[in-house]
């Protein structure tokens, strides 16, 4: 049940990552809640700490010694709820990345309508889609019961049928999958989430709840041929997910213990976040949240309440870097180094990096390795994530999003806002007038879980500065050549000075103003150009400041670099010194 | 700061657990000493599966079918074996398409597992058993050298070391193998080119430990029936000077190559095993420890990637960087001369 903000009740809420674990405090000050302070400390899931209780610890302990609150007691174990004295916290959550990539078996019965859903669903919890069957599948009952096996999955999910529809083949889809889980030892089978035609879960229940661990239903992610339904099965797979964890990871049932069942896999705490953000930004434009770090990519994009959430632990920046560099065209990477390295060296750094994830780019020369890396994987991400939002004009092109959000280490530890932005333009793309928003302390999941326990602190601590505002950037759309003018604004400030700008295609434009200001911006495009009202059309809106100010890009949509190395170079120097270097 | 540890330890107590990847038998004693070839467990693994679908081959109900039946779960049948008969005057049969063993019946359908294969565990390094595990497996404790890497092929074997590097950045190259080196465990360098991987298959050699290997190789690398250890990256990169001068100064004796897969969750982590003679017990390696002044560590980022430096002091909050990121360090001195600044994240203890 929510509570009442009356109760002024702390919040503290962890977590836990494949490199970094966090640990942030939120109370109420002067009637509201408050982002108050962030401690951190490595994450100890991996070898040899096995626990990722320690770094849990040493994370509180770090937010212990910066604010000088007590919240563990003398066995370092959770206060909850708070004393009287001060010391301790009245709710806990946490959010969980870290863990090695789901292998997820997806059986479903069309490829292109069930299977397709269930990959979807798989892509929505850190799940690496190990082997999938279907209908279509040539290959004989008893060579999909060895492909199961050899898969070794974690999860299997189960999709087909649409309600009340074909069941004859979910039984045969039903006893392959029964048969392999029976082959298995005991201690390897999977949890199983059966998502399919729902007339069949008694059926599904008497097949296949004495072979797996943790036998789960959803309702069907089809629930007929033209209608996809993934939210309800995401939360199911959400706390699939968290019990897979559980098993995995020594100390998740500490954190269940302490938050009271409250551990999200942090991608689903932000889709959820993200989907209440656009919400309240409503039909006017979406919110867009990318996360970049060691263990996956992320991506959830939300629209009017809509959620498209993936995860992608394929573009993580750890170890699976060493087949994203086996996968990639050399060109595609080097494309976006701003400083002269050899391809060679590129290659090796990326192979060292997924030998280590958590090192950190000491020089400049790693520092844009690392960024290219970075522009490289969310391109990817995001590209890969587009082809399930709802369809947009151009299918080339990003959709307009009001707000976006960006956290994990990669893109928001640059060294200047400006070296942020720029990253975030190159490799995302937006179009129209976006926001962009620097989530440093990766809060934006920790706001999502808490949701659940308290539905005004997510809203109250966004108001309260816990993130970090770039500006407001225009994107704009032009088939123009090269040079040519294709946008006119005039931006009006609150003290009625006026900065007036003619835009060409190509370049890049910064006017100043300032984190918490608001100005009139007059957008008259040129020569049919787009800046997020359709074709050729302006508009005068507000627009509100940031680190940055206010950025115009007319660099082009796609963005296409140079072919020339040096000149490529140039301009990204020169990009970087417009927005601050 | 908890600080990452490698293993380069000139004489440690080394414990390991050796198990099958499947249930089988264990033939291994409670403290019997045993050499890196002996085999201290066995299983048979069937690698495929035969589903018999009775009721759709004589035409029946399943629930018919399975009374036609006439095998049980657990027989051995051999190819051509009668699995079921029908009725009437000419019944139809079916038999058996391999030699297997019946693992499901049911349904009108029985699935046989074939292609079975022996698997053996070999002890993979030489030491006394100090515990068993119930149908998987030992565990096996040493005393000797131990040098952890970054890399393995997955493979195991043991033999003697021998030394193939003049310094830490020599190159394996394939004209210095030679059929004197057969049975051997090379001490290789960096590998740049897959001919001198196949040439030291073609041997074979026992192990190969490099100190690098090139990123294109890692295929090739992974087809090889020996074991190969990685010490130190990818591309041409020098051993580090600590595990060199271990290596070097123990050629001639017995080696384990274990160069299993880096796990980072479970800890498996390639390495080479060098049992040594001892009078007494000695410690075994520590796995946890914290950041101090006077620790020997290793550089796992650019620009010194791989040296081995100690830490002269750790500094206080957060170090600007020369790439501009701001991060808690630590000034070290390195072994090849000169001081540096190097964030924490970019070191790991050596011990």
């Given at each position: 049940m929510p509570i009442s903000l009356t109760d002024d009740h702390s919040l503290l809420a962890v977590d836990v990552g494949a490199t970094t674990t966090r640990a942030a405090l939120f109370d109420v000050v002067e009637g509201g809640y408050r982002f108050l302070a962030v401690g951190q400390a490595p994450s100890t899931a991996e070898a040899p700490f096995k626990d990722i209780g320690l770094g849990v610890r040493a994370a509180i302990e770090n937010i212990q010694s910066i604010t000088g609150r007590t919240f563990l007691d003398a066995d370092r174990k959770l206060i909850s709820p708070s004393r009287a004295d001060g010391s301790g916290?009245?709710?806990?959550?946490?959010?969980?990345?870290?863990?090695?990539?789901?292998?997820?078996?997806?059986?479903?019965?069309?490829?292109?309508?069930?299977?397709?859903?269930?990959?979807?669903?798989?892509?929505?919890?850190?799940?690496?889609?190990?082997?999938?069957?279907?209908?279509?599948?040539?290959?004989?009952?008893?060579?999909?019961?060895?492909?199961?096996?050899?898969?070794?999955?974690?999860?299997?999910?189960?999709?087909?049928?649409?309600?009340?529809?074909?069941?004859?083949?979910?039984?045969?889809?039903?006893?392959?999958?029964?048969?392999?889980?029976?082959?298995?030892?005991?201690?390897?089978?999977?949890?199983?989430?059966?998502?399919?035609?729902?007339?069949?879960?008694?059926?599904?229940?008497?097949?296949?709840?004495?072979?797996?661990?943790?036998?789960?239903?959803?309702?069907?992610?089809?629930?007929?041929?033209?209608?996809?339904?993934?939210?309800?099965?995401?939360?199911?797979?959400?706390?699939?997910?968290?019990?897979?964890?559980?098993?995995?990871?020594?100390?998740?049932?500490?954190?269940?213990?302490?938050?009271?069942?409250?551990?999200f896999p942090t991608a689903y705490a932000t889709g959820r976040m993200t989907r209440f953000l656009s919400r309240l930004t409503g039909a006017s434009g979406g919110v867009l949240s990318?996360?970049?770090?060691?263990?996956?990519?992320?991506?959830?994009?939300?629209?009017?309440?809509?959620?498209?959430?993936?995860?992608?632990?394929?573009?993580?920046?750890?170890?699976?870097?060493?087949?994203?560099?086996?996968?990639?065209?050399?060109?595609?990477?080097?494309?976006?180094?701003?400083?002269?390295?050899?391809?060679?060296?590129?290659?090796?750094?990326?192979?060292?990096?997924?030998?280590?994830?958590?090192?950190?780019?000491?020089?400049?020369?790693?520092?844009?390795?690392?960024?290219?890396?970075?522009?490289?994987?969310?391109?990817?991400?995001?590209?890969?994530?587009?082809?399930?939002?709802?369809?947009?004009?151009?299918?080339?092109?990003?959709?307009?999003?009001?707000?976006?959000?960006?956290?994990?280490?990669?893109?928001?530890?640059?060294?200047?806002?400006?070296?942020?932005?720029?990253?975030?333009?190159?490799?995302?793309?937006?179009?129209?007038?976006?926001?962009?928003?620097?989530?440093?302390?990766?809060?934006?999941p920790l706001l999502g879980a808490a949701a659940d326990l308290n539905q005004l602190l997510p809203v109250q601590a966004l108001e309260s500065g816990a993130f970090l505002n770039l500006g407001t950037t225009v994107s704009v759309v032009s088939a123009a050549s090269h040079g040519a003018p294709v946008l006119r604004a005039r931006l009006r400030y609150a003290d009625r000075n006026e900065a007036n700008i003619e835009v060409k295609r190509g370049a890049l434009e910064l006017l100043p103003l300032g984190a918490g200001e608001a100005a009139k911006l007059t957008l008259q495009p040129l020569h049919r150009a787009d800046v997020g009202f359709g074709p050729g059309r302006g508009q005068t809106i507000t627009v509100h400041g940031g680190a940055l100010g206010l950025v115009i890009d007319a660099r082009g949509r796609p963005?296409?670099?140079?072919?020339?190395?040096?000149?490529?170079?140039?301009?990204?120097?020169?990009?970087?010194?417009?927005?601050?270097? | 700061m908890l600080a990452p540890v490698t293993h380069i330890l000139a004489l440690t107590a080394i414990q390991r657990e050796r198990l099958l990847p499947v249930p089988g038998v264990v033939n291994a004693r409670i403290n019997q000493r045993v050499s890196?070839?002996?085999?201290?467990?066995?299983?048979?693994?069937?690698?495929e599966h035969v589903l018999i679908d009775v009721a759709r081959k004589l035409g029946v109900a399943s629930a018919v079918a399975d009374r036609l039946i006439r095998c049980a779960e657990g027989d051995q049948v051999v190819a051509n074996a009668l699995i079921a008969s029908g009725k009437g005057v000419f019944p139809r049969e079916v038999r058996a398409p391999r030699d297997g063993r019946v693992a499901v019946v049911g349904g009108g359908r029985v699935l046989l597992e074939v292609g079975e294969v022996n698997v053996e565990l070999r002890a993979g390094l030489p030491g006394q058993v100090t515990q068993i595990v119930p149908d998987r497996g030992v565990v096996i404790q040493t005393a000797g050298a131990l040098v952890q890497g970054v890399w393995g092929n997955g493979r195991i074997d043991a033999g003697q070391l021998i030394n193939l590097m003049e310094k830490p950045d020599s190159e394996f190259d394939a004209g210095r193998l030679d059929v004197s080196l057969r049975g051997f465990v090379i001490l290789g360098g960096a590998a740049g080119k897959a001919e001198a991987l196949r040439a030291a298959a073609e041997l074979p050699v026992r192990g190969l430990i490099l100190s690098s290997l090139h990123p294109a190789l890692i295929p090739t690398a992974l087809q090889m029936r020996y074991p190969i250890l990685v010490m130190d990256g990818f591309g041409k990169l020098p051993m580090n000077s600590a595990a060199y001068r271990l290596l070097s100064t123990n050629v001639n004796r017995e080696a384990t190559v274990n160069a299993e897969t880096f796990d980072r969750y479970s800890g498996a982590r390639p390495e080479a095993l060098i049992p040594l003679p001892v009078a007494s017990e000695p410690a075994p390696p520590l796995d946890v420890e914290e950041f101090a002044a006077g620790q020997q560590a290793r550089l796992r980022a650019a620009p010194h990637y791989g040296a081995i430096a100690s830490i002269v002091r750790l500094l206080p909050g957060l170090t600007t960087l020369p790439s501009g990121l701001r991060a808690p360090a630590a000034e070290v001195r390195l072994e090849a001369g000169g001081e540096t600044i190097v964030p924490l994240a970019n070191l790991e203890v050596v011990g």
């Open positions: 916290v009245d709710l806990f959550t946490a959010t969980l990345s870290a863990g090695p990539s789901i292998r997820t078996v997806i059986v479903g019965l069309l490829a292109d309508v069930s299977l397709e859903s269930a990959r979807r669903l798989a892509e929505t919890a850190y799940g690496r889609v190990v082997e999938s069957l279907s209908l279509a599948d040539r290959r004989r009952p008893d060579e999909q019961i060895d492909a199961i096996l050899r898969a070794r999955p974690d999860l299997i999910v189960l999709a087909g049928g649409t309600d009340g529809g074909a069941s004859r083949s979910v039984h045969m889809m039903l006893d392959t999958a029964g048969l392999a889980c029976y082959l298995m030892p005991k201690e390897k089978r999977p949890a199983i989430l059966f998502a399919g035609n729902n007339s069949l879960a008694d059926d599904v229940k008497r097949l296949l709840e004495s072979l797996t661990p943790a036998l789960h239903f959803s309702p069907n992610l089809r629930p007929s041929l033209d209608v996809e339904d993934l939210d309800p099965a995401m939360s199911e797979l959400s706390q699939i997910v968290t019990g897979i964890r559980r098993g995995q990871l020594r100390g998740v049932d500490e954190l269940e213990a302490w938050s009271n069942g409250h551990v990318v996360t970049l770090g060691a263990s996956a990519a992320s991506v959830a994009a939300g629209f009017n309440g809509d959620l498209c959430l993936r995860v992608y632990p394929q573009y993580g920046l750890g170890e699976n870097l060493a087949a994203l560099a086996q996968n990639t065209d050399p060109d595609e990477l080097i494309r976006w180094l701003s400083l002269d390295i050899h391809q060679n060296s590129v290659r090796d750094a990326i192979y060292q990096r997924s030998l280590y994830p958590s090192t950190v780019p000491a020089t400049p020369e790693e520092r844009a390795i690392s960024q290219a890396l970075a522009r490289h994987t969310l391109h990817l991400a995001v590209r890969a994530a587009q082809r399930d939002f709802p369809p947009a004009a151009r299918s080339d092109l990003l959709p307009a999003f009001e707000f976006i959000f960006a956290s994990g280490a990669a893109l928001t530890d640059g060294a200047t806002p400006g070296q942020n932005l720029l990253l975030l333009l190159d490799a995302l793309q937006p179009t129209g007038v976006t926001q962009a928003m620097l989530d440093r302390n990766n809060l934006l963005l296409q670099l140079p072919s020339d190395a040096v000149r490529r170079r140039e301009l990204f120097k020169k990009w970087l010194w417009t927005l601050g270097g | 890196a070839s002996d085999v201290v467990a066995e299983a048979h693994w069937a690698r």
